[in-house]
Antibody
Framework: EVQLLESGGGLVQPGGGSLRLSCAAS????????MSWVRQAPGKGLEWVST????????FYADSVKGRFTISRDNSKNTLYLQMNSLRAGDTAVYYC???????????WGQGTLVTVSS | AIQLTQSPSSLSASVGDRVTIACRAS??????LAWYQQKPGKAPKLLIY???SLESGVPSRFSGSGSGTDFTLTISSLQPEDFATYYC?????????FGGGTKVEI
């Protein structure tokens, strides 16, 4: 059974705050699949944030987070990460770890972790 | 980025109703469209991909159609567990984008 378990969310002050999200994956060959982060602001729709290929060699970012967020993975630990720097109020959202079925079809989602950027 | 417009944004229906949700892309995306269901407080769940392929384990009352710019998700006979918000998503080009969602209410 595929499982994706996020952690690392919390409350951070705007401006210079940072957080690192983690996603522990199990139930599939982690290194064979691209992974993504998708976020959802309170009461709003879904927004793709970032994707990393299975090898970790290629990464992609939404314009809204480019230069501030870094996606990475450790295939030896079956873990996906999202380093978030210079957080803003607009980054407040539930962040979901997702697995690619193929292309950008997201067939498994974690339960989400809430990031709140507020003073 | 490709924009996806869903309609309606919300609808009221009864158990047993046939429900149709539309998704229009701002430019052609071939059949590179997926549909997700999200219940309150839960993560989205993949229902349909490649516009009309049913994800494993998803009930056959869900179906998808369309290509190019116009797509449809149909629930043939609405069940109590189907009351949720539905999102379309395109994966034809980067960045992948989602529609604004359609809330299906009782």
């Amino acid at each position: 059974e595929v499982q994706l378990l996020e952690s690392g969310g919390g409350l951070v002050q705007p401006g210079g705050g940072s957080l690192r999200l983690s996603c522990a994956a199990s139930g599939f060959t982690f290194s064979n699949y691209a992974m993504s982060w998708v976020r959802q602001a309170p009461g709003k729709g879904l927004e793709w944030v970032s994707t990393i290929t299975g090898s970790g060699y290629s990464t992609f970012y939404a314009d809204s987070v480019k230069g501030r967020f870094t996606i990475s993975r450790d295939n030896s630990k079956n873990t996906l990460y999202l380093q978030m720097n210079s957080l803003r109020a607009g980054d407040t959202a539930v962040y979901y770890c997702t697995k690619y079925k193929s292309r950008a079809i997201l067939d498994y989602w974690g339960q989400g972790t809430l990031v709140t950027v507020s003073s | 980025a490709i924009q996806l417009t869903q309609s309606p944004s919300s609808l009221s229906a009864s158990v047993g109703d046939r429900v149709t949700i539309a998704c229009r892309a701002s430019q052609g995306i071939s059949s590179a469209l997926a549909w997700y269901q999200q219940k309150p407080g839960k993560a989205p769940k993949l229902l349909i991909y490649d516009a009309s392929s049913l994800e494993s384990g998803v009930p056959s009352r869900f179906s998808g159609s369309g290509s190019g710019t116009d797509f449809t998700l149909t629930i043939s006979s609405l069940q109590p567990e189907d009351f949720a918000t539905y999102y379309c998503q395109q994966f034809n080009s980067s960045p992948p984008t989602f529609g604004g969602g359609t809330k299906v209410e009782i």
